[in-house]
């Protein structure tokens, strides 16, 4: 079984504060994707990245996957309270990208206003 | 709306009672899983399945089965619930066309066994 870690585990910083969030693993996966998770409710998928050192943006969050897509990175400009929640990343494996994914343990981030 | 949805929300019983709890999805996707989630573990995958009458086992498929009878549906059971089964459930779907499509998941199902 292929294993995600993500770190850390837990960050609390200040509104405005820039931030990384990691995702590393030892296997090569074909399809990374990054979820918000709110409390009571499941996963939403916020972005996938499939090609080694693509980027991609969305609004203030960049998304990175490492050059031999064993890891990414999720990088947080000026955070906001409306960032605040768990973080996790999926790896996938197979031809069809999403039909296995491997979930790290996730990162709970908490904006203080 | 395009939505999965699971029954119960909330569930508590006692060890070896028998209990199914439902997923159905609204976007005739073809690709539906089972997650638990439990703190410090992350999400693991419990039983997938690819489309109707096709299944298989994730990482954690122990004490649980699962059916896929028609498209839409896809229930978890645990024929005889144990107290280390006791987590936070969660059924995603999504369809095989691209590499990249969204994994929809459900609100999910806390479970306490007695």
């Known amino acids: 079984t292929q294993l995600l870690e993500q770190s850390p585990q837990f960050l609390s910083i200040q509104e405005g504060e820039n931030l990384t969030v990691y995702c590393n693993s030892s296997?090569?996966?074909?399809?990374l994707q990054w979820y918000r998770q709110e409390p009571g409710e499941g996963p939403v998928l916020l972005v996938t990245v499939v090609t080694g050192g693509e980027v991609k943006k969305l609004k203030r969050l960049t998304f990175q996957f490492g050059d031999a897509r064993k890891d990414s990175s999720l990088h947080i400009t000026a955070a906001q309270p409306g960032d605040t929640g768990l973080y996790l990343c999926?790896?996938?494996?197979?031809?069809?990208?999403?039909?296995?994914?491997?979930f790290g343990t996730g990162t709970r981030l908490t904006i203080i206003p | 709306e395009a939505q999965v949805t699971q029954n119960p929300r909330y569930l508590i019983t006692v060890t070896g009672k028998k209990l199914t709890v439902t997923c159905s999805q609204n976007?005739?996707?073809?690709?539906m899983s089972w997650y638990r989630q439990d703190p410090g573990l992350g999400l693991r995958q419990i039983y997938y399945?690819?489309?109707?009458?096709?299944?298989d086992k994730g990482d954690v498929p122990e004490g649980y089965k699962v059916s896929r009878k028609e498209k839409r549906n896809f229930p978890l059971i645990l024929e005889s619930p144990s107290p280390n089964q006791t987590s936070l459930y969660f059924c995603?779907?999504?369809?095989?066309?691209?590499?990249?499509?969204?994994?929809?998941f459900g609100p999910g199902t806390r479970l306490t066994v007695l």
């Open positions: 976007m005739n996707h073809e690709y």
């Open positions: 296997s090569v996966f074909s399809s």
């Open positions: 999926a790896g996938g494996i197979s031809n069809f990208g999403n039909e296995k994914l491997t």
């Open positions: 995603a779907s999504s369809s095989l066309v691209h590499d990249t499509d969204t994994q929809y």
């Open positions: 399945s690819m489309n109707v009458e096709v299944t």
